[in-house]
């Protein structure tokens, strides 16, 4: 039998997603306890403290570490001091958990990957709605094997965000948040499209910026093609009224649908067989079923580790082939290119440095679009049908 741990963690950004990770903590209190919180803010940090009963503050990372002995540091900061504050838990032995994106570029990334072999500390990534019931069963062999082959999928975020959401410093800008609704928003659900989908081979994309008042796109949409052989499209978007959630897979055997906002349970999933027929045995709630939340992605956070293993969340291991790594389709670089799968990254992890791949950016609308040249730089690969980055 595995022993059931107590861990020591902390929380760093005590903005609203903190709010989040204290309450699973608190869910979960019998296996891990919340003993430091850190924050810029003095003020944001003490009521914090107050709120979730945390005994110790701090205004840096630095002095947490020197005066806490922990196990599991949150980071729930900006996304441009993700990868800073990951590599300072790792130089100090501390798990990371980094609330999504892990990082805003490849070249980022490839340091926390570096840090993380050379400490022999795993790094995990917050990408909840894969530990919901339904997915988890779609995952097992046995489900693959009666749905039969997925042929087509379907993947939106459709999101509202007024002027006032961007009224924050760090929203909307290349430098702190690295991306729009591509990075920050539909980045959960198309995680679950590929979580169960598996690898990708092959990615075009678009993106523009329609009425935001940001630096980065509001909307962005891609078509992809799976190692299997099925083809999906993405929709990410910050500008639409009527907001929803909306996830379809269709298979040889049946349609796997899912429509939510910020989360669900397996009461949101349909699933019709052919002929119409619904098969309730893949949706119905089973005892123990998970909801896509904080809780149920690190109660199995909390399993890995008892185990010894690496978290079960998308995190950035070097090892083996992967599908979590994608360039960007943002306007912002040369993207929206054919990107092939080739190493295992963060998942989803999106890229804003051009490198003269074969889309170009249409600089008098802010869109992309296609251009069948051969690229330079490291995105250069020769295909069956000409040339690809």
């Known amino acids: 039998m595995v022993p059931v741990n107590t861990y020591r963690v902390a929380i760093v950004g005590t903005g609203e997603i903190a709010s989040e990770h204290a ?18 803010d003095e003020a944001r ?9 945390v005994p110790s503050s ?29 590599l300072e838990c790792l130089s100090a032995g501390v798990v990371p958990l980094l609330e999504k994106p892990p990082a805003l570029s490849l070249e980022q990334l490839d340091a926390l990957l ?14 909840q709605h894969r530990f919901g019931g339904v997915p988890v069963r779609l995952r097992e062999a046995p489900t693959r094997a009666a749905l039969g082959r997925p042929l087509v999928a379907t993947c939106n975020t459709l999101w509202f965000r007024d002027d006032e959401y961007y009224a924050t410093p760090w929203r909307g800008s ?9 990075m920050g928003h539909g980045i959960h659900q198309f995680d679950l499209l590929l979580s169960i989908l598996g690898d990708w081979q092959l990615v075009t994309a678009l993106a523009g ?15 992809v093609r799976f190692a299997n052989g099925a083809i999906a499209t993405i929709l990410n978007s910050l500008v639409s009224i009527r907001e929803t959630s909306y ?7 049946a349609t796997v649908e899912l429509e939510h906002l910020y989360g669900y349970t397996d009461a949101d999933w349909r699933v019709t067989g052919l002929d119409g027929r619904a098969l309730p045995a893949l949706t ?9 939340s904080h809780v149920s992605q690190l109660r199995a956070v909390l399993d890995a580790l008892d185990r010894g293993d690496a978290p079960p969340s998308p995190s950035p291991t070097p090892a083996g082939r992967s599908s979590w790594r994608q360039r960007s389709t943002h306007p912002r670089s040369a993207a929206g290119r054919f990107a092939p799968a080739t190493s295992r990254r963060a998942p989803l992890l999106l890229e804003h440095a051009g490198h003269g791949c074969p889309v170009a950016r249409c600089r008098s609308t802010g869109w992309l679009r296609s251009r069948r040249a051969r690229p330079s730089g490291p995105c250069r690969r020769r295909t069956s049908n000409g040339w690809r980055s």
């Open 23 to 40: 309450a699973a903590l608190r869910r979960l209190s019998d296996r891990a306890r919340l003993v430091g919180a850190v924050d810029v």
């Open 45 to 53: 940090v003490a009521e914090f403290a107050r709120r979730w009963d």
């Open 58 to 86: 701090f205004e840096a990372l630095t002095r947490l570490l020197a005066s806490e002995t922990l196990d599991v540091v949150h980071i729930c900061t900006p996304p441009s001091t993700h990868v800073p504050l990951a």
């Open 114 to 127: 570096d840090a993380e072999r050379r400490s022999g500390v795993p790094v995990a990534v917050v990408f």
């Open 174 to 182: 290349w430098a702190s948040e690295g991306g729009g609704p591509t």
């Open 209 to 223: 910026r329609q009425s935001r008042p940001t630096e980065t796109e509001d909307v962005s949409a891609a078509v």
């Open 247 to 253: 996830l379809r897979i269709d298979y040889e055997n």
């Open 284 to 292: 119905a709630s089973r005892e123990g079923a998970e909801t896509s």
